[in-house]
Structures are given as structure tokens and as C-alpha cells.
């Protein structure tokens, strides 16, 4: 029987940036959520498993106590978290290609720079002070770090310090605030987690069946079905240019001796200069169709 000890939960941001492309990825995976944005906790319906809506800032924390067994989280709250950590509690298991930005180091759009160098001595406001701090050490300088809790773009203008370093994606707010984006120091998207607490049998195999789906969703946004025909003496050159395709099916045409159709999953991207390619090497009636659902 299933109880609520069996189910897994899953650690999601309840109202945020990465609430709702963390909804959608578990729905592609064909997970049936109670709607609801209010409620602290949905339950599944089809699988057992509930989602735990809460602060993202939280979600390493539930993880690594083995209070979630899943989560979703930005990479930059996960590093800064990790940083502050002697043993981690999680396990990283897959990039999610959604919620991405970057951690810059900006300045008021007059303030020179020249390299990491020019903050030296400096004063740099920023809500991520551990993965700062492990920039500077890497690049041997030596500043002070003010850590502000939010709107850090102010920190300039309140004269609380000359430079900060803060999440960008697009720029529009560092630009209507004057600022300018002066360095790079860390590219950030969401990542699924999960706990390194042992689970009993029961759980494992739940949980290795929800990955086994969220890896089918990711999986399928890059890949690609194609089908084409082919003579036998191009075969070999065909089969060579498609991308990512391994061991393709290769059938006879029905009343067209000496040709064949190629089906092949290409795991990943198929550019027209690939179609070109395929044309020139003697391919014809070539499909590129989409995948909904695949299971590795
Ligand atoms: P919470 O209430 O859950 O603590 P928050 O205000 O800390 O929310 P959001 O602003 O919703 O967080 O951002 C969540 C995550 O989205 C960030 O930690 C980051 O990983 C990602 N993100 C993507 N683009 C941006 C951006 N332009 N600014 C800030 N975060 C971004
Ligand atoms: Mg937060």
C-alpha cells in the first residue's frame, strides 16, 4: 500500500522565475498536477509523488536533509549554498535548459574597469557572497564584500559600495538603473536535485521512474526523427553525416531494388546544412519530424 511515507516529494519554487517551467517540465513528463498556486503542496495524481512549493532559497537545505527527495533550483542558490557546506547533501542529476541567466560584476556606467584588478580594494554588493568571494580568491584579489539580501542595483547610488554582483539575464534592469555589466562570474540555469539520503526499495524504484521520465522530456527537446531514402552505394555517406544517430534502421524499398529508407533518432540538432548535405550525398524524400515521448 502507498502511503505518504512512499510518496516522494519534490521541492519546487512556489512563486518565482522557475514556478512555472518547473510545473511544465513535470507535466511534459506526463505528471498530473492538481492546479492550484496557492497551495503549499500538490499532490501528483497520477504518480506517487507531491510537490512541496517553497522559497527556492530552501529548496538545498529540504534536499540534502532528505526532507525532499527531488528538487528544482537555480544553479546560482545551489553553489551558494554548496560553498557553505563541508559534505553535500545532494546529487546533481541534470541540467533543465530553463531559467538562466548569469552573476556579473556591474558598475554605475562610468566606472573604468579593466579586469578583475580593478576591483581591487573595492567595495562590492552582492547577495551570493561565497561564490564572490571564491571569484576574488581565484583571481587573487582582495575587496570587501557587502552582502545585501536584495535590490543590490541600489547599492551604488546609497553609497553602500561601487560595484555589485548580481543575477542578469536580459540587462534591462542593470540598464534602468544605469549600470553596466562589467564581468562574467557564473552562467546559471535551473538543475534537478536529488537527496543522498539512502532511500528504501520501494522509494528507489519510484524515484529512478521519475527520472527515468524527466530524462525522456530532456532527451526529446534536442532530438529529432528523420527518415529518408537512400541508394545502397550512398548509404555509407548518409549514414556518416547523421547527427548524434546511432545504429540507424535501414529497410528495402518495396519494388525499388538496390534502395533503402534510413530511420535514424539524431540526438541533436538537425541544421538544413545538414539536409543539404544529406541531398548532395544522394538522399531523397527527407522527413525531419519531432519526438513527444522517448524512454532510453
Ligand atoms: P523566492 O521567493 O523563491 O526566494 P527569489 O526572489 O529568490 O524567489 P526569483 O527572482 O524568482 O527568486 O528567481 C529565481 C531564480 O531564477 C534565480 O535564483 C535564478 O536562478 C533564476 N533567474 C533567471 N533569470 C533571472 C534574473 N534575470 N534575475 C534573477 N534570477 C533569475
Ligand atoms: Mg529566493
Redesign the pocket.
Known amino acids: 500500500m502507498l502511503t505518504d511515507r512512499t510518496r516522494l516529494h519534490i521541492a519546487l519554487?512556489?512563486?518565482?522565475?522557475?514556478?512555472d517551467a518547473s510545473r511544465e517540465l513535470l507535466r511534459d513528463a506526463g505528471f498530473r498536477i492538481q492546479s492550484g498556486k496557492n497551495s503549499l503542496t500538490a499532490r501528483v495524481e497520477n504518480y506517487p509523488a507531491e510537490l512541496m512549493f517553497?522559497?527556492?532559497?530552501?529548496i538545498p537545505t529540504f534536499v540534502s536533509d532528505g526532507a525532499c527527495e527531488f528538487g528544482i533550483?537555480?544553479?546560482?542558490?545551489l553553489e551558494e549554498f554548496a560553498l557553505g557546506q563541508a559534505d553535500l547533501g545532494y546529487d546533481l542529476l541534470a541540467e533543465l535548459g530553463f531559467?538562466?541567466?548569469s552573476l556579473k560584476i556591474a558598475a554605475p556606467e562610468a566606472t573604468p574597469y579593466d579586469g578583475p584588478q580593478s576591483l581591487e580594494g573595492q567595495r562590492i554588493a552582492t547577495s551570493y557572497p561565497r561564490i564572490l568571494a571564491r571569484f576574488l580568491e581565484r583571481n587573487g584579489i582582495d575587496a570587501t564584500i557587502v552582502t545585501m539580501n536584495?535590490a543590490v542595483e541600489l547599492a551604488p547610488r546609497l553609497q553602500i559600495a561601487s560595484f555589485l554582483c548580481?543575477?542578469?539575464?536580459?540587462g534591462a534592469?542593470l540598464e534602468a538603473n544605469g549600470l553596466r555589466a562589467l564581468d562574467t562570474v557564473l552562467e546559471?540555469?535551473?538543475v534537478l536535485i536529488r537527496t543522498r539520503r539512502p532511500m528504501d526499495d520501494v522509494r528507489a524504484d519510484i524515484a529512478a521512474g521519475l527520472m527515468s521520465r524527466i530524462d525522456g522530456v530532456l532527451a526529446t527537446k534536442e532530438s529529432k526523427y528523420i527518415m529518408l531514402n537512400a541508394s545502397s552505394e550512398s548509404l555509407k555517406r548518409i549514414t556518416d553525416l547523421l547527427p548524434g544517430a546511432e545504429a540507424p534502421t535501414i529497410v528495402p524499398l518495396h519494388g525499388r531494388p538496390g534502395h533503402f529508407a534510413v530511420h535514424a533518432v539524431c540526438q541533436e540538432s538537425v541544421f538544413w546544412e545538414t539536409l543539404q548535405k544529406l541531398k548532395l550525398a544522394g538522399a531523397s524524400a527527407i522527413l525531419v519530424v519531432p519526438i513527444e515521448k522517448m524512454m532510453l
Open positions: 519554487q512556489k512563486s518565482g522565475r522557475l514556478s517553497v522559497r527556492d532559497d530552501d533550483v537555480g544553479q546560482n542558490v531559467g538562466r541567466c536584495g548580481d543575477l542578469v539575464s536580459t534592469t546559471s540555469q535551473a
